[in-house]
């Protein structure tokens, strides 16, 4: 349930909701005044000219919505291509939220990085409840008891998250990544930083993929990094491409009894060689918990923020209350993937063409929690 948006609505705005879609976190529709809750999705996104979304959209959803007409989701064109085809067959303009630039103008926007960082802090609660120790150090008048090791891998948004609540909870932290620029972020946050040697630096503020050479390096130093550690995350991920692994089968056998390992990139089949995605597995007598869609597990934060990202993103189109896109607008040229039956995503945003876009009152359409 998108509030911030919601409660936005002017009266001369109409909007819609889908029905029911803020019942898991506890927000009734008759919260909200001016706005419309649908349970039909068809008869939701048919007559909106802006529709709004967290994940995919279905394609007979799409195939629903009015022609030209504006989306604005996730979508992951390259796990979607049939979709990307309706969309194009509809000729709509779908702002893909994945797509958002890493840019500081674009930091309000950037979803991506907002539930990254809630998956973070996640991570680091439920790798707790796995441990069989405490995170801490405690002393009683019985003696005392030394913090756990906490190593976290991938030092994105999430990672730094989980660095930062693995510290506040007393552990003693470190932090990797292949990116060398990281350190300072690591050791802000009251980590240790692990060093290899190896400069993986990407695009877009991403690392790249190691070659063979790098990964062997790689493995070599971090082997007694991970055989030390209580409580492993991993976060890394590359876009478009399965995660990388960063932590061996052999690796995992010669960690702590009672190790407890959080995989945070799942969805790109895991960091681990022995992740499970969607499970919570046993590998000897360390624990591998692979959780999918961790921001949905923080339901009530997560629809906040996210919402707050579309907002400020609908902001650069909607101008006294008419919908007007400047194609000279960084943000909005690089977070389109399509429009007018093109395809945008090859399209660097600073020669995208500007094409002239119909102005229009906007109808706002949520479809989605």
């Known amino acids: 349930m998108q509030t911030t948006i919601l409660t936005d609505i002017k009266p001369d705005n109409p909007a819609a909701h889908a029905a029911g879609a803020g019942a898991a976190i506890h927000l009734d529709d008759g919260a909200f005044g001016n706005v419309a809750f649908i349970t039909d999705r068809a008869d939701l996104v048919k007559d909106a000219d802006v529709v709004l979304a967290v994940q995919p959209p279905a394609l007979d959803v799409v195939s629903e919505m009015k022609e030209g007409a504006i989306l604005v989701s996730f979508i992951y064109a390259h796990n979607e291509p049939a979709l990307v085809k ?28 907002s539930q990254s960082a809630l998956a973070g802090y996640y991570a680091v609660q439920l790798g707790s409840t796995h441990l069989a120790r405490v995170v801490p150090k405690i002393t009683g008048a019985a003696g005392s008891i030394g913090p756990a090791r906490v190593l976290v891998m991938g030092l994105g948004v999430a990672g730094l998250e989980a660095i930062a609540t693995a510290h506040r909870l007393g552990a003693i932290v470190e932090g990797y990544d292949v990116r060398p620029e990281t350190r300072e972020q ?24 190691l070659n063979a050479d790098e990964k062997a390096k790689v493995a070599a130093v971090l082997t007694k990094h991970i055989q030390s550690a209580d409580l492993i995350i991993t976060t890394a991920a590359i876009p478009g491409k399965a995660s990388p692994k960063l932590i061996s089968h052999a690796q995992v056998l010669g960690m702590k009894v009672g190790a407890v390992i ?28 692979a959780p999918l869609n961790v921001p949905s597990l923080l339901g ?69 929690a």
């Open 300 to 368: 009530e934060d997560a629809s906040e923020l996210y919402a707050k990202n579309q907002y400020n993103l609908l902001a650069l189109m909607i101008k006294d209350n008419v919908i007007e896109i400047d194609w000279s607008d960084e943000v909005l040229a690089q977070t389109v993937l399509t429009h007018a039956g093109e395809n945008k995503s090859a399209v660097d945003g600073n020669t995208a063409k500007a094409v002239a876009t119909p102005s229009m009152a906007p109808g706002v359409t949520t479809i989605q």
């Open 186 to 209: 690591a050791l802000s946050l009251g980590a240790t930083f692990v060093d290899t040697g190896v400069d993986a630096r990407g695009k877009g503020g991403y690392a790249r993929e």
């Open 86 to 113: 309706r969309l194009l067959e509809k000729k709509i303009t779908c702002f893909a939220m994945e797509r958002i630039p890493r840019i500081t103008r674009a930091q309000a926007m950037d979803a991506l990085s």
């Open 262 to 289: 959080v995989d945070l990139s799942a969805e790109g089949g895991g960091n681990c060689d022995d992740t499970q995605p969607g499970e919570t597995a046993k590998i000897g007598q360390v624990t591998i918990a």
